[in-house]
């Protein structure tokens, strides 16, 4: 059983980009592939390529926000987890407890289609079994109850085989249909008025067909599976839409100029099939009837896949009783959530068809939608110690602005029925929140990839009396928030005690150390400080490092505005979490260039030092990993005989340079060689980050998070 050593239990990564992608795209292309375009058409006319085409577009915009929210937290539960995180319990009940009961009704309606499209294809094949599309829907839920308690990764290879014979199966046909109708392959098809009811119905159709892009959140309720989730979610989530999308258009394009509005309006759920038999013959017909049976159970099984993990989550933040967090022993699936899902998908198939109901999960999605985008504005402002995304929206907020205002408008073109259900749902999960869970407090997240604490570094600054040189302000405005030791110190003359040092420059020097203080008043640093009289100031700093626990030491030197981080990288245990996370602290508000400088030791052979290609690659690695962007990082190799003569070569003024200590460096001979070495030599303010003399499980060498990503 996957355990942590306290016994939490874990779900495991193992799904891979190509799982992910056919989760999302095996929801959405699934049932209203079949579905919908010829209820759409009749609507909108072949307009409803726009109506498909905004649908695509707005669930887009939600896509790049959730792509986002899901890197800085990648765990199960999807818009639950995301907009209880950013928005508190009140909102997140409405998204948990809507996710779960809307993917429910959403499944129940997948699995009744894939109970009469099997009793079609076997009248198609000559058999009469009656019409039991009910019992074979309730027995498809059944299985796919089964297959999800079996294990997440049974589920990834089911869903993969179906969604990549789907596509394949897809688009033979479009693109046959396109070169027929286009007159390549057939008789050019005549030119058709594109909206013959007007631009309203293609709004309405689009409101109508949303359903269809309910399945790229589903990527996001699984995070906590998906394996190298800072890359694979936002590939997924993204890719996904755009994939299908396209899959739509196309299909509303060949629909519509194989038969007319009219014909297609009347057809429903076999709407396709006809299109296939008048393009490829009665064998055409069978093949996409196998494969409206492949779609309507792959929907069913990202759903129910998907809306277990809700009930996980919710249930792991105690919103609702911890039993449905169990994990099973053997098999390493939540299956007490699972069945808290399978079970009403199963007893609601009996009910037979439930079209209100699917559009019911529509509006409740699109609620979630809206506020996975407010989700996002509000941490994007808030900006608390947690949030790390190693994906960034591009455009700021107006991406996520736009997200939200689209998906809930969208709700108002909707049945009225619909919506008068769907707010009931909400109603129930506000009473349920009042009545059980507003006492509950969730814990903030914990992303893998940043150590929340160093967002708030310790660093230690000296400043040496009575004559110090000026702080560098605009360093420490780069930092959101930072605690700051200040040690002044005056070093004793050769024969000169400490004490005798103190008396004799002491006012002096107290006088200097307050007005060096006063230029320091930021409202975003924390300072302590502390004026000491020393004859060994080697010693003296050493002490203080040890007794403070500070994560940097920071040589000071002034400076007009920060220009650059240099990095000066010459063995691989340099670069771990508390260098990275200093560095994103400093680099995220400003997009400060991040210049590594790898260090040629001069043909010197050792087996703690990697080749500087793979060195490169281990630190592009990790830095993206804590969310600096790749076009912040630029590369130099240089070669020369020690760290100090590479400050000394690449160092000048305004610039920030960091260096991280080795494990095997001497910290003693290290910071004060550096230190003699920068007051003679280098003009700008150079950052020693310290190697914990103890490392922790939490702060790895680069060397072995490259080798966890690869066992992933």
């Known amino acids: 059983m996957p355990q942590t050593k306290r016994g939490k239990e874990k779900l495991q990564r193992s799904l891979g980009l190509t799982a992910a992608l056919a989760i999302g795209i095996g929801t959405m292309v699934g049932a209203g592939i079949f579905v919908f375009p010829g209820i759409a058409i009749g609507y909108a006319g072949p307009a409803a390529m726009a109506s498909f085409a905004i649908a695509g577009s707005i669930a887009l915009l939600v896509a790049f926000s959730t792509a986002e929210l899901a890197t800085a937290m990648p765990e199960n539960g999807g818009a639950y987890y995301f907009v209880s995180r950013a928005m508190g319990n009140r909102f997140g009940i409405f998204v948990g407890i809507g996710q779960w009961f809307g993917l429910v009704f959403a499944s129940s309606f997948y699995l009744v289609g894939f109970g009469q499209y099997l009793v079609e294809f076997m009248s198609e ?10 019992l074979i829907a309730a027995a498809g839920g059944v299985f796919l109850t089964l297959l999800n308690i079996a294990g997440t990764k049974k589920v990834g290879n089911f869903q993969n085989g179906i969604v990549v014979t789907l596509t394949v199966v897809l688009v033979m046909m479009f693109a046959y249909g396109i070169l027929e109708n286009m007159g390549i392959t057939g008789e050019r098809q005549p030119l058709i008025v594109f909206a013959p009811n007007g631009a309203w119905p293609v709004f309405t159709t689009a409101a109508l067909i949303f359903t269809s892009f309910l399945g790229f959140v589903q990527i996001a309720t699984v995070a906590g599976e998906i394996k190298k989730p800072h890359i694979n979610l936002p590939r997924a989530l993204v890719g996904s839409v755009l994939i299908v999308t396209a899959l739509y258009v196309i299909a509303i394009f060949v629909t519509s100029t194989s038969l007319t509005a009219s014909q297609l309006s009347g057809l429903g759920e076999n709407a396709m099939i006809k299109v296939a038999e008048e393009i490829i013959g009665d064998f055409g017909g069978m093949i996409v009837l196998l494969a409206a049976l492949m779609a309507t159970l792959s929907s069913a099984n990202a759903s129910v896949l998907s809306s277990s993990r809700a009930v996980y989550a919710l249930s792991k933040d105690k919103m609702i009783s911890q039993f449905a967090a169990k994990v099973h022993d053997h098999f390493g699936t939540p299956h007490i959530a699972v069945l808290l899902v399978g079970i009403p998908i199963t007893l609601f198939t009996l009910l037979g068809r439930l079209e209100i109901l699917a559009e019911v999960a529509s509006l409740l999605h699109l ?22 995304p190693t994906y960034r929206v591009p455009g700021g907020r107006l991406i996520p602005i736009l997200g939200s205002v689209t998906s809930f408008g969208l709700i108002f073109l ?4 619909s919506i008068m259900i769907g707010f009931s749902i909400l109603l129930l999960s506000a009473g349920w929140y009042f009545l059980y869970a507003r006492h509950v407090k969730i814990p903030e997240p914990v992303p893998p990839h940043i150590i929340p604490k160093l967002r708030e570094p310790h660093i230690l600054m000296t400043a040496e009396l009575p004559n110090p040189d000026p702080p560098p302000v605009s360093l420490f405005r780069a930092f959101k928030s930072l605690n700051l030791f200040v040690l002044g110190y005056v070093e004793s003359p050769e024969q000169t005690s400490p004490q005798q040092s103190q008396q004799e ?17 930021f409202k975003n640093i924390n300072i302590n400080y502390e004026l000491a009289y020393t004859s060994n100031y080697s010693d003296t700093l050493s002490s203080f490092i040890s007794e403070q626990e500070v994560h940097a030491l920071l040589i000071p030197a002034e400076m007009k505005v920060l220009n650059r981080l ?4 010459y063995r691989q245990d340099q670069i771990n979490t508390r260098m990275a996370a200093i560095l994103r602290e400093l680099s995220e508000s400003s997009k400060l260039p991040v210049s590594l400088i790898f260090l040629d030791h001069k043909g010197k052979h050792d087996e703690n030092i990697l080749s500087l290609d793979e060195l490169e690659f281990q630190t592009r690695n990790l830095l993206q990993r804590t969310g600096i962007q790749s076009t912040q990082i630029k590369t130099k190799s240089i070669s020369v005989d020690s760290i100090t003569d590479a400050v000394v070569q690449i160092s000048s003024a305004d610039d920030l340079i960091i260096i991280s200590e080795s494990e095997l460096d001497k910290r003693e001979r290290w910071f004060s060689s550096l230190h003699d070495k920068i007051q003679s030599e280098v003009k700008c303010p150079v950052l020693l980050i310290f190697q914990e003399k103890e490392k922790s499980k939490t702060d790895k060498t680069v060397q072995e998070k490259a080798e966890e990503v690869v066992s992933d």
């Open 414 to 417: 909707m049945q009225t029925l």
């Open 125 to 134: 094949l000559g058999l009469s079994p009656g019409n039991p599309y009910v």
């Open 566 to 569: 240099l990095i000066p990288i």
């Open 367 to 388: 609620i979630f939608y809206s506020l996975i985008c407010v989700s996002l504005v509000i941490l994007r402002k808030e900006r608390p110690l947690w949030y790390a």
């Open 505 to 521: 420059e002491g006012e002096e020097a107290r006088e200097a150390f307050k007005e060096y203080l006063d230029h320091l008043s």
